[in-house]
T-cell receptor, first 116, second 109 residues
Framework: EAEVAQSPRYKITEKSQAVAFWCDPI?????LYWYRQILGQGPELLVQ????????DSQLPKDRFSAERLKGVDSTLKIQPAELGDSAMYLC??????????????FGAGTRLSVL | RKEVEQDPGPFNVPEGATVAFNCTYS??????FFWYRQDCRKEPKLLMS???SGNEDGRFTAQLNRASQYISLLIRDSKLSDSATYLC??????????FGPGTRLSVLP
């Protein structure tokens, strides 16, 4: 079964350092999402791509976070500088169609970030 | 008011019990509704979509009440393996997906 690949699985960094997360969606999935999930809460959407275009980044803290999907396939999420409050699970998801009525998201295993 | 709210839980139930979770949403224009399951420190996985007429998948039954903006999930004959957090997901104001905070279920032997 095809999977959404994410790396690294775990990342420990010190505050003010830069971190980057990578996601490779299921082949053929046009829509890619990055979520942040704080322990005990539901995932919160950070950014949504349709192919290489950003569809929604209204919740992305743009002073420190950036995301790109240059060729419309894999994607990178960057944080610079990292802050203590950024400690969370960062989840990537992809979906095969852009019509929400049929849209099901498939999640990667996530990257667990700890900022010290 | 949060866009999607769920029973806070945790729910601790014995094996074989029937348990129901509730979810309310604020956007009356929402179109798509889902229940996801998330095991501890794992990624969310789709449990079932929720259709207007209600739908059933084995021991799991989902109901949607658009008038009351309410979704429910019923689990019959609970198994130990059902222990997880159940996330209610709704398309939001921007037609993006909005997750509820989740309800944690522990099925006890």
């Amino acid at each position: 079964e095809a999977e959404v690949a994410q790396s690294p699985r775990y990342k420990i960094t010190e505050k003010s350092q830069a971190v980057a997360f990578w996601c490779d969606p299921i082949s053929g999935h046009a829509t890619l999402y990055w979520y942040r999930q704080i322990l005990g809460q539901g995932p919160e959407l950070l950014v949504q791509f349709q192919d290489e275009s950003v569809v929604d980044d209204s919740q992305l803290p743009k002073d420190r976070f950036s995301a790109e999907r240059l060729k419309g396939v894999d994607s990178t999420l960057k944080i610079q500088p990292a802050e203590l409050g950024d400690s969370a699970m960062y989840l990537c998801a992809s979906s095969p169609v852009d019509r929400l009525a049929k849209n099901i998201q498939y999640f990667g295993a996530g990257t667990r970030l700890s900022v010290l | 008011r949060k866009e999607v709210e769920q029973d806070p839980g945790p729910f601790n139930v014995p094996e074989g019990a029937t348990v129901a979770f509730n979810c309310t949403y604020s956007n009356s224009a929402s179109q798509s509704f889902f229940w996801y399951r998330q095991d501890c420190r794992k990624e969310p996985k789709l449990l079932m979509s929720v259709y207007s007429s209600g739908n059933e998948d084995g021991r799991f039954t989902a109901q949607l009440n658009r008038a009351s903006q309410y979704i429910s999930l019923l689990i019959r004959d609970s198994k130990l393996s059902d222990s997880a957090t159940y996330l209610c997901v709704v398309t939001g104001y921007g037609q993006n997906f909005v997750f509820g905070p989740g309800t944690r279920l522990s099925v006890l032997p």
